[in-house]
Structure formats: structure tokens, C-alpha cells
């Protein structure tokens, strides 16, 4: 079972990276939970300093960027 | 056969200096262009505020347009060597002064959106990096960017830019420092300090092609994100251009008036995000006898303070902070808009 956690305080680049972990996740095929961390000492204990973020198993694959699909799915296979 | 790296590289590179010399072409001779397509294809008589609006509008708009691909594609390669990791690395246990120089500095080309102001604050602090140094790098971010020194550039000219890029570096040192010294940590929401930060990312290392695709999205990004208003605040000033009559605003915004340049700055706080459709608004107002010197200080304000991200900063800073913190930074605006009044 995959964790998958967007980190962001809500801008629309937190929502489309949100969208996008679902849909490489579905490509994939994998098992998952998709979560949305907002709170932000939560966020700055990730040591995250620029949202949104990608978090798969509690290692942070991605701060400040969205993606493209094809990279997600490399980043969450 | 294995092909060298040149020459593999060598039709993209061809592509880049076929796309560059297009691009100077057409930015050259945009002035032409605008003035034949108004009187000439349009058939509007030159002189009359139709055709002056018009002729402004058609010259101004691919002008700035074009400008600002170029230059946010260029700041997006640049930015992809600074992340705010490395900045914040460069920062961590700096002394003040040199700390606050080097952080407004950084300030510019680290990649910074208002959205992540919060986060950033909570590492910064958090892992060494002095309060005040940290608010220098808060204030040059957002008030020092790409997209409004195209736009004094392409409109104003590059004398225009240098003065805000250097006056907005001074007033995020000068600010950050003062901040520093006041030592208000105690203003800082508690639970900031207690965080306990944690060591993201393993850096991921990047080759020229994914800096340039990096170039490619900001663009794509930050262009996409500003190019209505750009139209907007060019359509407007175009009208302004046209006809308002010479002189109009000596007497609201021009020197004389001593209370323009605190109106300007009290005005410029809820206006936010318009930065880039304000500057072509007040650029026309300029040309109407509005001073130069209240006209940066409404840009600072429209920029470097704003309400928005005041309400952001809530979060992580007291209320006798922030009124500080917009406090220093609004007396510095002032400063700069009385001193341009005086000298020029």
C-alpha cells in the first residue's frame, strides 16, 4: 500500500498536483491512499520551504513544482 | 558511429539563433509596424486620440509581450541554480548586515511564490537563518521580480528599471536589518520555533536540456499566468494615452502635491497581483505630469506590501509583527518616492 501525501496550503498548483499523483497512481495500477497534508508545521517537518509538494512513503519526491504525468508515475511507481 | 556533442546539439542550436534573430527583427521594428498598421491599414489620422491610443496599444503590447517571454525564459534557467534549499544553505547562520545584503540579493532569483511565503519563513527561521535576514529575503522576493522590472523596462527604460531594482534592494536590506535590530522574536508565533524541521529532498541534479525545459515551463507559467492583465493595463493605458489631457495629473500626482506620495502607498496595499496590468496604468499617468518619484513608490506598494500576504503571514507572525514589519517597509516606499520627487 502506497501513501501518497500532497503538501500545500491549498493553491491551485497544490490541486492540480493533487490530480495528477491520483491519475499516475491509477495508471500504475497501484494500491494507494492519497492524502492532503495543509497544516503547516506539518508541512515545515517535511522540511519543505516551497509548496506543493510530493510525498510518497514519507520521503518528499518534489517541492515547488507540478510535474508532468509520466515523471509522477516514475516518481510514485 | 558515435556523434560528438556539437553535433548532436547543432540543429537546436541552429533553432535557438534562427528564434533569437526573429525575435530582434520584429522587436526592432515594432514602432514602424505599429505606426503603418494605425494610419495607414486602419486609416486612423495621425494626431487624433483614436489613432494615439491605438498606435500605443499596438506598439506596447507585443513589445512588452515579447520582452517578457525572453526574459522570464532566461530568469527560468537561471532559477533553476538557486532553489531555496541552497539559498537557505547560503544563509544559515550569516552575521546581520552582510546577511541582509546577500538574502535581498538571493531574494531575486530564488524561486518564490506568496503561497509558499509561509513555509519558507518556518525553514528559514528554524534552521539558523536571523529573523531579519529572513524578512530581507521576504521583501526582496516578491518586490524585486523579473516580471516588473520587463515591464519599467519596456515601458519606462532601463534607467527606470536600475532605480527600482536598486531602491527595492536597498529598502529589503535597510527594512530586514532594522527588523533584526529590534529583535522581535518574541513576536513570532511560538509553535514556529518549536517545529522540528525536517532535511527534505536529495538534490536532484539537472542537465542543460531539463534547465531549459525548466525555462520553457516558467514561461509557460509566469507568461500564461500575467498576459491578460499586461493587455488589460496596456488597453487602459492606451485610452489614458489618448485622452487624458496633457498635464492632467500634476495636480493629483505631480510634485507639488506633498500628499501624493503617502496616498500613493496607502492606495497601492489592496491592490495586488495586477502588478504587471498597474505598471503600463501608471506609466500613461507619468506622461500626464504624475511624478516619477510617487509613481515607484504606488508600484513598491502595489508589489512589496499586500494584504493578501499579510493575511498568510498571520499564521506564523503576531499581529504587532506584521503592523511592524508593513510599518518599516512602508517608510522605506516613502522615502524612496520624497527622495525621486526631490532629485529629479
Known amino acids: 500500500m502506497k501513501k501518497i501525501q500532497i503538501l500545500g496550503t491549498g493553491c491551485a498548483k497544490c490541486l492540480k498536483l493533487a490530480a495528477v499523483a491520483d491519475e499516475a497512481a491509477k495508471a500504475l495500477g497501484l494500491e494507494y491512499t492519497i492524502e492532503k497534508v495543509t497544516n503547516l508545521s506539518d508541512i515545515a517537518g517535511f522540511g519543505v520551504m516551497f509548496t506543493p509538494a510530493l510525498v510518497v512513503d514519507g520521503t518528499v519526491k518534489v517541492a515547488g513544482k507540478v510535474p508532468a504525468l509520466e515523471d509522477v508515475k516514475k516518481l510514485i511507481a | 558511429m558515435k556523434t560528438s556533442f556539437f553535433q548532436r546539439r547543432l540543429p537546436r542550436l541552429v533553432v535557438a539563433t534562427l528564434v533569437l534573430v526573429a525575435w530582434w527583427l520584429v522587436y526592432r521594428n515594432l514602432a514602424g509596424l505599429a505606426g503603418w498598421l494605425t494610419y495607414s491599414v486602419v486609416g486612423l489620422s495621425s494626431g487624433s486620440p483614436l489613432g494615439a491610443a491605438v498606435e500605443f496599444f499596438i506598439f506596447e503590447a507585443p513589445k512588452v509581450l515579447l520582452l517578457l517571454v525572453l526574459v522570464v525564459y532566461g530568469v527560468g534557467i537561471v532559477?533553476?541554480?538557486?532553489?531555496?534549499?541552497?539559498?537557505?544553505?547560503?544563509?544559515?547562520g550569516r552575521r546581520e548586515s552582510a546577511g541582509n545584503v546577500l538574502a535581498a540579493l538571493l531574494g531575486i532569483v530564488t524561486p518564490f511564490c506568496s503561497c509558499s511565503a509561509v513555509p519558507l519563513f518556518i525553514g528559514f527561521v528554524t534552521t539558523g537563518v536571523p529573523l531579519g535576514v529572513t524578512f530581507s529575503f521576504l521583501i526582496s522576493a516578491p518586490m524585486v521580480n523579473e516580471v516588473a522590472l520587463v515591464l519599467l523596462f519596456g515601458l519606462f527604460g532601463w534607467k527606470v528599471a536600475v532605480l527600482y531594482l536598486g531602491t527595492g534592494l536597498f529598502i529589503a536590506i535597510i527594512a530586514g536589518w532594522v527588523l533584526g535590530r529590534l529583535k522581535l522574536e518574541r513576536y513570532v508565533e511560538e509553535w514556529v520555533y518549536a517545529t522540528k524541521t525536517g532535511n527534505a529532498m536529495q538534490e536532484e541534479a539537472l542537465d542543460w536540456p531539463a534547465r531549459l525545459r525548466l525555462g520553457g515551463e516558467a514561461v509557460r507559467d509566469i507568461v500564461g499566468r500575467v498576459w491578460?492583465?499586461?493587455?488589460?493595463?496596456?488597453?487602459?493605458?492606451?485610452?489614458?494615452?489618448?485622452?487624458?489631457?496633457?498635464?492632467?495629473?500634476?495636480?493629483?500626482?505631480?510634485?507639488?502635491?506633498?500628499?501624493?506620495?503617502?496616498?500613493?502607498?496607502v492606495l497601492g496595499v489592496p491592490m495586488y497581483s495586477n502588478a504587471a496590468g498597474i505598471i503600463p496604468v501608471v506609466q500613461a499617468l507619468l506622461g500626464k505630469g504624475a511624478a516619477l518619484g510617487t509613481v515607484l513608490a504606488f508600484m513598491m506598494s502595489v508589489i512589496g506590501l499586500s494584504l493578501p500576504e499579510a493575511i498568510i503571514l498571520r499564521k506564523v507572525l503576531k499581529p504587532q509583527l506584521i503592523v511592524i514589519f508593513f510599518g518599516i517597509v512602508a517608510g522605506g516606499i516613502l522615502i524612496v518616492g520624497y527622495l525621486f520627487n526631490l532629485v529629479l
Do not use: C, D
Open chain 2, 79 to 92: 532559477r533553476t541554480f538557486f532553489t531555496p534549499e541552497r539559498t537557505r544553505a547560503l544563509l544559515q
Open chain 2, 228 to 265: 491578460l492583465y499586461v493587455l488589460l493595463g496596456i488597453a487602459v493605458g492606451a485610452g489614458i494615452h489618448g485622452y487624458v489631457p496633457e498635464n492632467f495629473m500634476a495636480s493629483i500626482m505631480g510634485k507639488g502635491a506633498w500628499w501624493s506620495v503617502p496616498l500613493a502607498v
